[in-house]
């Protein structure tokens, strides 16, 4: 099978599973285990944040940054098609308690007059915005970067009405890889950010959640109360060491073939791509050829091809580093074949 449902279905390489026989460990709830220690000093330096606390999953990451800036009864906006909003279980309503604002967004970007116009009055009748949540890059809209500038001028929306701002940056260093912007710049226009290690980075498990030393103190009990605490969790972290240390630069690999094979479905008569293919994530349309997601979806499975519904007719491939260019290619091959 070549499986192009998502870039998290990689295994870990030899390094990381060495990584973890090899790595130190302690009791995490203890603050004591000198992997995750380590993991979230080198997180935090390379985002430029007072502090990290790794965190199982992303969508953990994500409801504890919200848990820890809201209060049951306020309000956060968020873009129409963002994780948050549309594949976390509305884990925001039913843990923190709090009211989603959806604006719909241009490629995962926010309109910054329409955020600012959505940011609630001074009035009983109303929720207070609490928190404006940003996605970068942006699932839905097919792995879209979301400019540099657009974050800037959100952000200084957000400080100028009080607000904080949090990154749901689950592929953060794909945009950075695509755009040629350090994370750390991204992460300078907001006061929290998550990230997955699990995605492209290739980890077996987990992300980190930065910011400011206060918001992690306050973040650390909140995943202790969703049942976060974790002992000897160094053999965890330490694969996720070593995806920061040596998964980075590789990602240019997988937006080179998510291109290559945007380019080659386009020759496949009746496909057309539905977004611009930044980093590694192509959406395709099947009504030309009079198919469903799902029936194109069960070709693809009779071929060796794994590939995933993102609505009636469109198809989501994902590329990542278990699957080669030639590989790449061989779905192309089977593909003009089939549909010639």
């Not at 799902?294 to 995933?308: N, S």
Request: hydrophobic share 40%; glycine share 8%; charged share 25%.
């Amino acid at each position: 099978m070549i499986d192009l449902r998502s870039d998290t279905v990689t295994k870990p390489t030899k390094a990381m599973r060495q990584a973890a026989f090899e790595a130190k460990v302690g009791d995490d709830v203890y603050n004591e285990d000198p992997s995750i220690l380590e993991l979230e000093e080198l997180a935090a330096t390379m985002l430029g944040k007072e502090a990290a606390m790794f965190v199982p999953t992303g969508t953990q990451g994500n409801q504890i940054a919200v848990l820890t800036h809201c209060n049951p009864g306020e309000e956060i906006i968020l873009e129409a098609d963002s994780h948050i909003y549309f594949y976390e279980g509305a884990t925001i309503s039913a843990f923190a308690g709090v009211q989603p604002r959806p604006l719909a967004g241009k490629r995962g970007q926010l309109d910054p007059h329409l955020v600012e116009a959505s940011i609630r009055e001074d009035d009983i009748h109303q929720p207070e915005t609490s928190l404006i949540c940003l996605e970068n890059t942006h699932n839905r809209a097919g792995g879209a970067v979301v400019p540099l500038e657009n974050m800037k001028d959100v952000y200084h929306i957000a400080q100028k009405n009080g607000i904080p701002v949090h990154l749901d940056g689950a592929r953060l260093f794909n945009a950075s890889i695509a755009s040629g912007i350090n994370v750390k710049d991204f992460a300078k226009y907001t006061d929290t950010v998550q990230f997955c290690l699990s995605k492209g980075l290739g980890a077996p498990v987990g992300s980190i959640i930065a910011g400011p030393q206060s918001f992690i103190k306050k973040a650390r009990k909140w995943r202790k109360r969703l049942g976060g605490g974790m002992r000897q969790a160094g053999m965890m972290a330490a694969p996720g060491i070593v995806a920061l240390k040596t998964m980075v630069d590789r990602l240019t690999d997988d937006h080179s073939n998510a291109e290559l094979l945007a380019k080659g479905l386009e020759e496949v008569g009746g496909l057309s791509i539905e977004n611009t293919v930044e980093t590694n994530i192509v959406l395709v349309n099947t009504e030309g050829i009079g198919m469903s997601a799902d029936e194109f979806l069960d070709i693809l499975k009779e071929m060796d091809i794994l590939a995933v519904s993102f609505g009636p007719n469109t198809v989501r491939f994902v590329t990542h580093f278990d699957v080669s260019e030639d590989e790449i290619r061989q779905v192309l091959a089977k593909l003009k074949y089939r549909f010639s």
